[in-house]
């Protein structure tokens, strides 16, 4: 009776219908996709990269910059047109009547006489001024014969700004390239492991029309086929993961390379680069080409020569000029057109400009200049300390992801031994459905665990070639 219930239930729970709710298979048409490599890939951002963009635009601020300063050491030529209301001081006063000799036949009081006083002293005044307009014209030029070495000095500015763009630009396309990479990697990791749930399934459902078959004709037991199903419904469920993952990691990669066409193949695998560097010789490298070391270097270089263009303030300013005009004086339009009325005017000469005090304003910025090559130099300190540790972190996790590559690939070895001896074991009866399903993970996870490894070896060899500066990750994408 026991027996009875049992095999209802069972029969119960097989009679569902179990294989609609399968995933589709990760291998779908290829129609209208195309395939791209890494270099593919990271050609395309090199090309679309909004970053290496502002940073060309960057670099043509820089060049006319230094045209600025090339333009220093020119003549300066200016034009100028002036109208004038200048009072002529030096004419002759106008004779006008006295207030108080306006005032006839009546004794003035003495308030009459100080604001006749007052009127008479207005009144002369302004009879004494003879107002006249004044028209002139010129040009002149100036040309600076020393001006403090900061046209000279302005220009190595130039000059050493140019180089830490270009080396900002190459930093830049290092770190999109590792980033790329990186993600590139990521997703055929995670194809492959969707390629693996998708095994896995298939062994799952086939397992368990064995298993239901075995149970139909008496070999069977309930037990055993309920665990098939339940190891193929756990298999459907890692298979969308799995799908759900290789989707993400697609759309990092597009994310990383500014790629906007979805549908891309991609047509490298992932093996285990050749890298034979020792960490000593990485040292070496990195700290001759490593970028950051590198911008902190001419940052350096920069404010030395920022330190010295605040030194040339304490230094005299030496020009030449010239200038020629014309200037005319006139009180109508007669006296304009009067061709007589027009005076010239030239000067040239040589001038000195000497800086004697300016409230310790020069003083205090050359301060400031200094504490801040100080301060430059402290951070190439604890920069080369950082990277130190970065470095020797990096071949730390490429040694253990070799260890673990090497060890993964005896498991494989082991568990498909395991697996093999396992299916016969099940087909002779001598295990259970459960035990079989259990072999059949380990297999799978050895598997897993080899694909990762794997991954793990090339993200410590690209974070090992971005720390050394290799140009390997730039010329991949040239």
């Not at 791209?36 to 963009?53: G, P």
């Not at 001024?129 to 001006?147: G, H």
């Not at 396309?173 to 194809?191: H, M, T, V």
């Amino acid at each position: 009776m026991r027996r009875k219930i049992l095999t209802a239930l069972t029969a119960a729970v097989l009679s569902t219908s179990v294989f609609s709710d399968a995933p589709e298979s990760s291998s779908k048409p290829n129609d209208g996709q195309r395939a791209m490599s890494r270099s593919d890939v990271i050609r395309y951002a090199f090309k679309n990269s909004e970053s290496l963009a502002q940073l060309e635009a960057e670099h043509e601020r820089i060049v006319y910059m230094r045209k600025e300063y090339y333009g220093k050491a020119l003549p300066d030529i200016n034009g100028a047109i002036n109208y004038v209301l200048a009072p002529n001081l030096n004419g002759e006063k106008e004779d006008r009547p006295s207030v108080s000799e306006v005032v006839d036949g009546m004794e003035p009081s003495n308030a009459d006489r100080v604001l006749a006083g007052a009127l008479d002293g207005i009144s002369g005044a302004l009879g004494a001024m003879s107002v006249k307009n004044t028209l002139q014209w010129e040009v002149k030029a100036t040309q600076p014969i020393f001006a403090q070495g900061k046209v000279k000095t302005g220009l190595k500015i130039a000059e050493i700004s140019l180089e830490t763009l270009e080396e900002k630009y190459r930093g830049e396309q290092l770190e999109l390239s590792q980033n790329i990479i990186n993600a590139y990697n990521s997703a055929l990791l995670a194809q492959q492991n969707a390629v693996i749930q998708q095994d896995a399934l298939i062994i799952a459902e086939e397992s368990y029309r064995i298993a239901k078959a075995r149970f139909e004709t008496g070999k069977g037991s309930a037990l055993d086929t309920l665990n098939a199903r339940y190891e193929q419904q756990q298999a459907i469920s890692r298979l969308r993961d799995a799908q759900k993952n290789e989707k993400l990691t697609m759309e990092t990669l597009m994310t990383a390379a500014s790629l906007d066409d979805k549908k891309i193949i991609l047509s490298d695998s992932l093996i285990v680069p050749q890298f034979d560097m020792t960490e000593d010789a990485a040292w070496e490298k990195m700290r001759q080409n490593n970028s950051s070391l590198k911008l902190l270097s001419q940052a350096k270089m920069l404010q030395t020569e920022q330190t010295h263009l605040t030194k040339t303030d304490y230094l005299p300013m030496i020009g030449a000029f010239a200038s020629i005009g014309q200037h005319n004086l006139f009180d109508n339009g007669d006296e304009f057109a009067d061709s007589g009325s027009w005076q010239w005017d030239f000067k040239v000469g040589v001038g000195v400009q000497i800086p004697i005090f300016n409230g310790g304003q020069r003083k205090n910025k050359l301060r400031q200049a200094k504490f801040e090559e100080l301060k430059l130099d402290k951070q190439e300190i604890e920069a080369e300390r950082g990277l130190r540790l970065a470095l020797s972190a990096a071949f730390e996790d490429l040694a253990v992801a070799k260890e673990e590559l090497a060890r993964t690939a005896q498991m494989i070895a082991l568990t498909e031994q395991g697996l093999r001896i396992s299916k016969l074991s099940f087909e002779l009866g001598q295990i259970t459905q459960l035990e079989l399903n259990n072999s059949e993970q380990n297999n799978r996870g050895a598997k897993t665990a080899y694909n990762s490894a794997i991954f793990g070896i090339n993200s410590a060899v690209m974070n090992i070639e971005k720390l050394i500066g290799s140009e390997d990750l730039i010329s991949i994408g040239n």
